[in-house]
């Protein structure tokens, strides 16, 4: 089993930054895909971005490539999502997950995942 805690949410103004942490425990070290996936009430949960543990491949949605950056420290076990140039429509809850090997395709797909996090919100103000 792994266990999953997001921290870092919070209220933000447009065009502010936030630096959210997944910390990882119990049996990661078979982990390979770490992602992030956020959601807003009654819509379904979305792809933000994805790292692999032990390569440097990364996968963004369009949504925040070029805002968001994904990363990890294997010393912590702590899988990172650094957000920048936030936007209202970026308000969500936000869900790190993670599972076994994944193929490229897969990163994206949110029921390639098995092991989550219960969220930590953020909310973006205009």
């Known amino acids: 089993q792994v266990q999953l805690v997001e921290s870092g949410g919070g209220l933000v103004q447009t065009g502010g930054s936030l630096r959210l942490s997944c910390a990882a425990s119990?049996?990661?070290?078979?982990?390979?895909?770490w992602a992030w996936f956020r959601q807003t009430p009654g819509k379904e949960r979305e792809f933000v971005a994805a790292?692999?543990?032990?390569?440097?491949?990364?996968y963004y949605a369009d949504s925040v490539k070029g805002r968001f950056t994904i990363s990890r420290d294997i010393i912590e076990n702590t899988v990172y999502l650094r957000m920048d140039s936030l936007k209202p429509e970026d308000t969500a809850a936000y869900y790190c997950?993670?599972?076994?090997?994944?193929?490229?395709?897969?990163?994206?797909?949110?029921?390639?995942?098995?092991?989550w996090g219960q969220g930590t919100q953020v909310t973006v103000s205009s």
């Open positions: 997950a993670t599972d076994q090997w994944l193929s490229a395709q897969d990163m994206a797909v949110r029921d390639s995942y098995h092991f």
């Open positions: 119990g049996r990661t070290a078979s982990m390979y895909a």
């Open positions: 790292v692999t543990w032990i390569g440097q491949s990364t």
